[in-house]
């Protein structure tokens, strides 16, 4: 028996060649589209402005529709001007013929008392003396007089003993003479060799509860606060309400010039008048003394009444109030409102990129 032949020997694999392809070229993506800059800053100041208009305007609608409500309130009310009497009764009529009068006081007392510190009762008795011969102890104008002047004016100052054993009296020496203040009266000797000047007095507050020295000394600081505008009617009509009994405008203290801090405004206007404030109400005084406006305010600090006259007479500051005038500020102060408005949501819809930003 044959043997079976062998199956014959498998074909040799054929080796493919790998198909040519084209390289392909890959980029990278392009990024997201994102906004100019100018459009985020347009759209962050939209949104600041927005804001800002939003509280200004907001409070402005507010206080218009306040303060027309209050004027419709006090719709009743009148506007009281208190009547001023004759010139000859308001004029300082104590001052002598070589004296000076109440804004020049003021200036030469604050001015000694820079120079040496006095106390109150001695600073009433300078007053006095200065009103029987103020002009022949400083002889400088009215209009160049300050305080410094006055204190620049003293070559020497101090305090002498007492042979009692009490306060020796305080002296000052100026161009003109020496003087010398006690509690009880003052003296000029001048240095020319002319008799000497004495003056005695109480120093007591007046009917309105101050004295002449604060009466002065208030005077000189509303002629400081409006830059020397106070004209000569205007100083006697204030000296006269401040002398008015029982007035409560300026109220005494200690020293002169802690009563003059009380005055905390005084403005010169346009056609010569000059408003003045104090911490309980103010007047507005025109150029020949006359007082065109008034108003106080009571303890709590509410507007209250003012005396003319001997009677009470109810003040109305809002009196010159225009409601139709509020009335167009708060329509302009909604329109606003509402421009705002829209200027922040525009500028939050920019910066989120919506559509409805266009």
Do not use: C
């Amino acid at each position: 028996m044959s043997e079976a032949e062998p199956p014959p020997p498998l074909p040799a694999a054929a080796v493919i060649e790998p198909i040519p392809v084209q390289p392909l070229a890959y980029t990278t993506p392009a990024p997201a589209s994102s906004r100019p800059g100018i459009i985020t800053t347009i759209g962050v100041l939209s949104i600041i402005l927005g804001s800002l208009g939003i509280l200004g305007n907001g409070m402005g609608t507010l206080y218009s529709v306040i303060f027309y409500a209050i004027s419709g309130a006090m719709a009743g009310l009148t506007t009281a001007t208190p009547p001023m009497p004759p010139a000859t009764v308001v004029e300082d009529a104590d001052v002598g013929p070589r004296g000076v009068g109440p804004r020049e006081r003021g200036i030469i007392i604050d001015g000694l008392s820079a120079a040496r510190p006095l106390t109150e009762p001695r600073r009433q008795q300078l007053d006095l003396l200065l009103k029987e011969s103020g002009k022949d102890i400083m002889l400088l104008s009215a209009d160049s007089m300050t305080a410094e002047i006055v204190q620049a004016n003293v070559s020497d100052s101090g305090r002498m003993p007492s042979a009692s054993g009490g306060a020796g009296p305080d002296y000052f020496v100026v161009g003109e003479g020496r003087l010398e203040i006690w509690d009880d009266h003052a003296v000029f000797a001048p240095s020319d060799g002319r008799p000497s000047v004495r003056v005695e007095g109480t120093g007591q507050a007046g009917p309105g509860g101050l004295t002449d020295a604060q009466i002065q000394t208030v005077i000189a600081q509303v002629q400081k606060l409006s830059q020397n505008k106070l004209n000569a009617a205007q100083q006697n009509a204030l000296t006269y309400q401040l002398q008015a009994p029982g007035q409560q405008m300026i109220t005494s203290a200690a020293t002169p010039q802690m009563t003059a801090s009380q005055i905390t405004m005084a403005m010169a206007m346009s056609d010569g008048s000059v408003s003045i404030n104090t911490g309980s109400g103010g007047w507005v005084f025109d150029p020949k003394g006359n007082i065109t406006s008034s108003w106080s305010f009571n303890a709590g600090g509410a507007w209250g009444t003012t005396t003319a006259g001997g009677g009470a007479v109810t003040v109305n500051p809002f009196a010159n109030f225009n409601r139709g005038s509020l009335v167009l500020i708060a329509a302009e102060s909604l329109a606003s409102l509402a421009l705002a408005i829209l200027l922040l949501v525009a500028g939050i819809l920019m910066l989120r990129q919506s559509n409805r930003a266009r």
